[in-house]
């Protein structure tokens, strides 16, 4: 049961990087407004980042066939069905519809965040069940990929109309599945296994859907030839990070 502990002890761990935007709260509400675009910007690259270098070439590794690629796309398709599901919901009893703004996409980051750190408690799980110096270098390197993303999702979050104090917590609670993820990996390691590139390839799917047809059309928004710019280079700065880790800890 020992290993149980570090699995437990690890998770916890990943799950408080989620309040890594704790060191937002203090900011004014001003200036917050002025950078959380960056933050989306962020975000967009560390969810394309994630989910073509990190969660699909793993995927494609382990089973290699033509259904991770097919998997992928019913997550895409399956957050775009959500979202619509979301905004038609919310804005029923709107009687101008095209004036109903509901970011739908704060939620599916949610959902999208919610099995993405399900399965990083998964690979944690099963890196311990091998050894223990495995498992502190899987922990090392999901922490590693976790920071850039969770600063990105507080940000959008918050674009999304979320308190900031809500948003922390609702991150928070998100990456608490990484802990579930743990245990029910080492209880069922060997039934998840051969599903988990699935749920990879399908976290994947969600990600790119979060990232192209939410957040990079709100970047592209941006009037201010300064700040576009600025916003270019932070997305493709989440992008490098993403490369950066995916060299360093693979």
């Keep these: 049961m020992l290993e149980l502990l570090w699995i ?8 408080v990087i989620a309040i890594i935007g704790i060191f937002t709260i203090g900011i004014n509400d001003e200036y917050l407004n002025k950078i ?35 998997t992928l796309i019913l997550g895409f398709i399956l ?19 095209h004036i109903c703004e509901y970011h739908a996409f704060k939620w599916l980051n949610l959902i999208g965040d919610g099995v993405h750190n399900f399965i990083d408690g998964l690979i944690i799980a099963a890196s311990y069940l091998v050894s223990l110096p ?44 990484a802990v579930i993820g743990g245990i029910v990996g080492f209880f069922v ?18 990600f790119l859907y979060i990232a192209a047809a939410d957040l990079i059309p709100e970047l592209k928004k941006e009037d201010s030839t300064k700040r ?4 270019i280079l932070v997305f493709l700065g989440g992008i490098a990070l993403m490369w950066l880790f995916k060299i360093l800890f693979e």
């Design 228 to 231: 576009t710019a600025g916003t």
């Design 134 to 177: 495995l498992g502190f270098a899987t922990t090392t390197a999901v922490i590693a990929h976790e920071i850039p993303q969770e600063i990105g999702d507080f940000g959008v979050l918050v674009y999304g109309g979320f308190s900031k104090r809500k948003a922390l917590y609702l991150n928070f609670l998100t990456a608490l599945t």
């Design 36 to 70: 959380v675009i960056f933050l989306v910007s962020l975000s967009a690259g560390a969810l394309l980042g994630g989910g073509f270098l990190h969660l699909l070439p793993e995927a494609v590794e382990e089973v290699g066939n033509l259904n991770i690629y097919l």
């Design 189 to 206: 390691i060997a039934a998840i296994e051969p599903i988990a590139p699935y749920l990879l390839s399908f976290a994947a799917g969600g």
């Design 79 to 97: 957050f775009f069905l959500i979202e619509k599901i979301l905004v038609i919901h919310h804005c029923h009893n709107v009687e101008e519809k």
């Design 8 to 15: 437990i002890i690890a998770t916890l761990v990943v799950s």
